[in-house]
């Protein structure tokens, strides 16, 4: 399926101060462009022949909502096929990789929070699921 036909977006812990949002965002779309290299595009140069690199190749809505809502969500989102990644208060708090292995193995799926969620894959399916959240402003 062509690259715009696909969606990506973010859903944000409406309770995180805007740092920790930030910080969320970032890991996640960091995780997504890992899972899903073709949403990132090629380095390009600008008109001195200084090289940048690939930016997201789609725009990716950042939206708000609540916890259990973000639980919902991830839930119908794997249900449906669409690739989700989760950013858990787990992982936010953890001091480094090992740290949050370690965590995450001591946790049960249905404890966990999540300071946000990425969503990609089928714009109509994505667009069903989130497109009553607000953006995140």
Same mark, same amino acid.
């Given at each position: 399926?062509?690259?715009?036909?696909k969606?990506?977006?973010?859903?944000?812990?409406?309770?995180?101060?805007?740092? &920790? $949002? +930030?910080?969320?965002?970032?890991?996640?779309?960091? %995780?997504?462009?890992?899972?899903?290299? *073709?949403?990132?595009?090629?380095?390009v140069?600008?008109?001195?022949?200084?090289?940048?690199?690939?930016?997201t190749?789609?725009?990716?809505?950042?939206?708000k909502?609540?916890?259990?809502?973000?639980?919902?969500?991830?839930?119908?989102?794997?249900?449906?096929?669409? &690739? $989700? +990644?989760?950013?858990?208060?787990?992982?936010?708090? %953890?001091?480094?990789?090992g740290?949050? *292995?370690?965590r995450?193995?001591?946790?049960?799926?249905?404890?966990?929070?999540?300071?946000?969620?990425?969503?990609?894959?089928?714009?109509?399916?994505?667009?069903?699921?989130?497109?009553?959240?607000?953006?995140?402003?």
């Open positions: 399926m062509p690259v715009n036909t969606r990506f977006v973010i859903i944000l812990d409406e309770s995180l101060p805007a740092g &920790l $949002a +930030a910080n969320a965002a970032a890991v996640l779309s960091t %995780s997504m462009g890992c899972q899903r290299p *073709e949403i990132v595009g090629h380095n140069q600008d008109g001195t022949g200084g090289l940048h690199a690939g930016i190749t789609l725009p990716i809505a950042i939206l909502a609540g916890q259990q809502a973000i639980q919902r969500l991830r839930s119908t989102a794997e249900e449906q096929q669409l &690739l $989700a +990644a989760g950013f858990t208060r787990t992982a936010q708090r %953890s001091k480094n990789y740290h949050y *292995e370690q995450m193995s001591a946790c049960r799926a249905c404890d966990l929070e999540y300071a946000g969620i990425a969503l990609f894959g089928c714009a109509e399916k994505i667009t069903s699921l989130t497109g009553s959240l607000s953006l995140l402003r």
